[in-house]
């Protein structure tokens, strides 16, 4: 099939890329599938150099991106929840992990946004929404904001409040709750035997609280609910995208997967006709962050190439990605675009206190 009838996926694609510059692979996939956006990751980032050297190559890099995309208008999206999800050198904050902020999450939200925008970044994938219920948790734990589902909601909500006021698009995830697994979703498919009653009693209600202060997008959660659907993952279910985040809580706004290379379901994605089926369980975007198993643009062109061959079949209709489409539009329009700049050293000592002030 052309490359030219391989873009269309591009619109609805959040792309990793593979260093501090671009390599051949990367201007070829931002040239041919000119994805939406980009994922950064601690690769992306030059380590053990001045502030203002590695800011300077980290602009470059972004004027690059922009330039093969051939894209004014993109999401540049970083994981930056604090703790050990953290993937920026010094001297950009080290908060603490998000259970240690409480009260005061809206002013470290605030801060880093503040750093965010300074990075030219517009998108934050926070604030996590999970409960941490399970003591034994191997991958959300202290990542959550509390323990009970009040206090999870509370501390996320003014987390995401923080990031608006400061023109940082947040996202919650990961829906419809990874706080109560004892598997890591990077190296298997976790299985949670919850009911929809049980989702609604804790792991819904952090979400709930976000949708009703208008979080614009939704995270997926690479987990099997086997009493809810038995067949796929969250992330490809239509009982829990469709049914519950868009009908029951009347979630508007962007999905989008988690990173499609985690070991949960890239053996899924590497079969025909999965892309469908999250377009038609309700995802609107798709991370693939060439992070963890492979740089290789191998899986990226194949899920882009099943993408266009689920529409020439008819597995997957027009109309629905039309729709997803229009959704991604209409965030990407009111989608700040900011230009890389220094902060200077007062911000920077500002910051370290609130960080200090959250571990008392």
Known sequence: MPVSQLEPFGHHLILGISGTTLSDDDKRALGELKPIGVVFFAKNFRQGTHYQVWLETFKDLIDQVREYAER??????????????????????????????????????????????????????????????????????????????????????????????????????????????????????????????????????????????????????HILYPQIDADVPATLSKSILNDILRKELGFKGVIVSDD????????????????????????????????INSSSLERTYAIAQDFADSLSNGSLDESVVAAAKARINKLLEVTPQYIVHNLDEETFLRHAKLAIACNF
């Open 260 to 291: 499609l290379d985690m070991k949960a379901v890239s053996d899924m994605f590497s079969k025909s006709g999965t892309v469908a089926k999250g377009f038609n369980a309700g995802c609107d975007l798709f991370i693939v962050s060439r992070n």
């Open 72 to 221: 004014d208008l993109m999401f540049l999206t970083l994981d930056h929840e604090g703790g050990s999800v953290i993937r920026t050198p010094l001297p950009i904050t080290r908060f603490p992990h998000p259970f240690l902020f409480k009260t005061l999450a809206i002013e470290v939200a605030k801060a880093t946004a503040l750093e965010l925008k300074s990075l030219g970044i517009n998108v934050s994938w926070s604030p996590v929404a999970d409960v941490f219920s399970n003591p034994h948790n191997p991958v959300i734990g202290s990542r959550a904001f509390g323990t009970t589902a009040q206090t999870a909601a509370q501390n996320a909500c003014d987390y995401y409040l923080g990031l608006k006021e400061s023109g940082i698009l947040g996202c919650a995830k990961h829906f419809p709750g990874h706080g109560d697994t004892s598997q890591d979703s990077h190296i298997e498919l976790p299985r949670l035997n919850l009911t929809v009653e049980d989702l609604r009693s804790r792991e819904l209600i952090p979400f709930q609280a976000l949708i009703e202060q208008e979080i614009p997008m939704m995270m997926t959660a």
